[in-house]
Nanobody, 111 residues
Framework: QVQLVESGGGLVQPGGSLRLSCAVS????????VRWYRQAPEKQREWVAL???????TYTGSVKGRFTISRDNAKNTVYLQMNSLTPEDTGVYYC?????WGQGTLVTVSS
C-alpha cells in the first residue's frame, strides 16, 4: 500500500522559511515523479513543483526562485524548501505521486 506522509508545516512570519518533508512508502520510490501541490483557503488546489526520478525539477511561476524541491532516495523522502515566504503562500501543502496523495501539512504565513 502506497503511503505519503507530509510534515514540517507551521506558522512563519513573512520573509521566513520552512522545509516540508514527504515520506513515501510502499512503492519503488526512486523511479517515481513526485509533486507538491497546495490549496489556499477557498481556492482550488494548485500544482507547485515536481521532481523526476533523475532529479529534474520544475516549478510554478509564483514560487520559482524561492522554493526548491529535492529528493533523498535513500530515505524515500522528498523535500520542499520554501524561502521568502509571503501570506500568499498560506495553505495546505500536499505531496502526490500518480493517484496517491498525502494528508497535507498546513503552512501559515502571517505576522
Amino acid at each position: 500500500q502506497v503511503q505519503l506522509v507530509e510534515s514540517g508545516g507551521g506558522l512563519v512570519q513573512p520573509g521566513g522559511s520552512l522545509r516540508l518533508s514527504c515520506a513515501v512508502s510502499g512503492i519503488f520510490f526512486s523511479a517515481r515523479i513526485v509533486r507538491w501541490y497546495r490549496q489556499a483557503p477557498e481556492k482550488q488546489r494548485e500544482w507547485v513543483a515536481l521532481i523526476t526520478s533523475d532529479g529534474t525539477t520544475t516549478y510554478t511561476g509564483s514560487v520559482k526562485g524561492r522554493f526548491t524541491i529535492s529528493r533523498d532516495n535513500a530515505k524515500n523522502t522528498v523535500y520542499l524548501q520554501m524561502n521568502s515566504l509571503t501570506p500568499e503562500d498560506t495553505g495546505v501543502y500536499y505531496c502526490n505521486t500518480r493517484e496517491t496523495w498525502g494528508q497535507g501539512t498546513l503552512v501559515t504565513v502571517s505576522s
